[in-house]
């Protein structure tokens, strides 16, 4: 029943396919504006229901191995809610393999390939506006049908919505959620469908002109929804900034051994100078919230959800939001992104770190080679990125850290001086993520480089180009995949990083060697 009289009657949907373990923080964020302003909404997390919901494949197993890891589901299942699944390595390894390999036997008989955070299939591609729309019209040829299609049916006739929310971040969502639109518009043509979040916001910020989905969306929202949810239901937005809620959402497990509570403090990003960051020209801007606030909203938060584990999600955390959390710490662990800033340089502001809760740092070093810093604009020093390494290693801080190879200020000798600061520096490194460079279609520095089209997709966001010097994509490749990743220290670092859930699950992993005694 919907609190304003003639109030929209409101679903909002999390689509598959994303990684399991933790509540949408966009939808959380939706629901508390919603409910702020008398709006009664329905979430539906259709991601971590589909892909860890057993009824939602019919199929045979044909080999050895899947009829093995059939076999062992359900245990594998419930091993990573707990923390023993966390605390040895090759079982939670073979756990993670075994149920990947369950969704991805079911999901060939429908041609897709199929994982706990990725959905590919050869047909049809998610930067194709043609493709989504195929997917939208024939939504019975996704091997999550049967599914959704039980869901879509339920939610039109309980709910009986004018309105149905999808919530679009990943490419790996991409599919599924216009196979899911297309159902909705089949079952009930009426019914308005709304497309938002942060792959929508992306597209819309795309040089190039929007194609069509006239007859499917009836509306795209770029950035954040509150305001123009809140106005199609018929209200004032009062405030631009409401508690999230995550009630519904937690009203059944994730991959985890307990809650974990996304939290963002800050949309954008303070630092907002490094060259090529997408944030500076799809002028989402940096807003953060006073960090006395935020204290108070994560210690409200974690009163209401008891979590294991906080997931701070901002794009770099504030030097005063760090300050704020060593001074009042929340009621739960927590992790999140850091730039390398003077302070980590200071071995006492670490164990405050620590003592705040700290369990990890995301910290995006991309290149060990000073100059390339530099020319990207980084404001990172190597010296205190070596002090800040061993301070955080000293006081039990796990780090995760990330490099970017083949960007234009980088060369091959670039990339070696990186690869030997990060085995020089391996003893301190708990977890390392590899990526390659890729330009963003409507980045400004892309008009000094010979560009062109990176796929056939007329909804790409990024662009291929010519290397300035000759460091182009597969030279790159075949350095990280015949040098970097052979180097016996950093392959070392590489193998404990958890398969798929990568840094969502790492902070458990760190956190359940914390909690199993020594031998």
Not at 5 to 20: D, T, W
Not at 433 to 444: D, K, R, Y
């Amino acid at each position: 029943m919907n609190l304003i009289e003639g109030a929209m009657a409101m679903v909002l949907i999390h689509p598959p396919v994303s990684r399991p373990c933790e509540p949408p923080a966009g939808l959380a964020r939706l629901a508390g504006c919603l409910e702020r302003h008398g709006i009664d909404c329905t979430l539906i997390d259709a991601n971590r229901d589909a892909l860890l919901n057993r009824n939602a494949f019919f199929y045979t197993a044909q080999d050895t191995w899947t009829r093995r890891a059939e076999r062992h589901y359900k245990r594998h299942m419930t091993l990573l809610t707990q923390w023993a699944g966390y605390a040895d390595h090759a079982r939670y390894t073979r756990a993670v393999s075994d149920i990947n390999r369950v969704l991805d036997a079911a999901a060939k008989t429908a041609g897709v390939s199929l994982s706990l955070a990725d959905y590919q299939t050869p047909d049809l591609s998610p930067v194709k506006s043609r493709d989504l729309l195929r997917a939208a019209e024939r939504p019975e040829l996704n091997p999550f049908h049967v599914y959704f299609s039980h869901l879509i049916d339920q939610v039109l006739d309980q709910e009986r919505p004018d309105l149905v929310g999808f919530s679009l971040n990943y490419l790996s969502q991409a599919l599924c959620t216009f196979a899911m639109m297309g159902l909705v518009k089949r079952l009930s043509p009426r019914t308005r469908i709304v497309l938002g979040g942060s792959l929508v916001t992306s597209w819309t910020s795309r040089p190039e002109k929007l194609p069509s989905f006239a007859g499917l969306v009836d509306e795209l929202v770029s950035g954040p929804g509150e305001e123009r949810l809140t106005r199609l239901a018929g209200a004032q937005l009062s405030t631009r900034h409401c508690l999230p809620d995550y009630t519904a959402l937690f009203a059944s497990p994730y991959l985890a051994p307990g809650r974990i509570l996304p939290y963002s403090a800050s949309t954008g990003c303070y630092w907002n100078r490094c060259t090529f960051c997408p944030e500076r020209f799809e002028l989402t801007g940096y807003a953060g919230r006073p960090p006395r606030q935020v204290i108070h909203e994560l210690q409200t938060l974690t009163e209401r959800t008891d979590p294991i584990l906080i997931h701070l999600l901002d794009n770099a955390l504030s030097p005063a939001l760090l300050q704020a959390l060593t001074e009042h710490p929340p009621s739960a662990p927590w992790y999140g992104f850091a730039r390398v800033t003077s302070e980590l340089a200071d071995p006492d502001y670490c164990l405050a770190l620590k003592r705040s809760g700290c369990v990890m740092l995301q910290l995006g070093l991309e290149s060990g080679d000073q100059a390339v810093l530099d020319a990207l604009d980084k404001g990172i020093r190597l010296d205190e990125v070596r002090k800040a390494l061993a301070n955080l290693k000293a006081s039990g801080i796990a780090t995760y850290a990330y490099l970017l190879f083949g960007t234009p200020a980088e060369d091959q000798t670039s990339a070696r001086r990186t690869m030997a600061f990060v085995r020089e520096n391996a003893h301190l490194l708990d977890y390392l993520n590899l990526a390659v460079f890729n330009l963003p279609a409507g980045s400004p520095e892309a008009r000094a480089l010979q560009t062109y089209d990176f796929s056939e997709g007329d909804l790409g966001l990024y662009k291929g180009f010519r290397h300035p010097l000759g460091w182009d994509r597969g030279v790159v490749r075949q350095f990280l995949d015949k040098e970097f990743t052979r180097e016996g220290a950093i392959a070392a670092i590489l193998r404990r990083d958890p398969p798929v859930f990568t840094s969502n699950h790492a902070p458990l992993c760190a956190m359940a060697r914390e909690r199993t005694p020594s031998r």
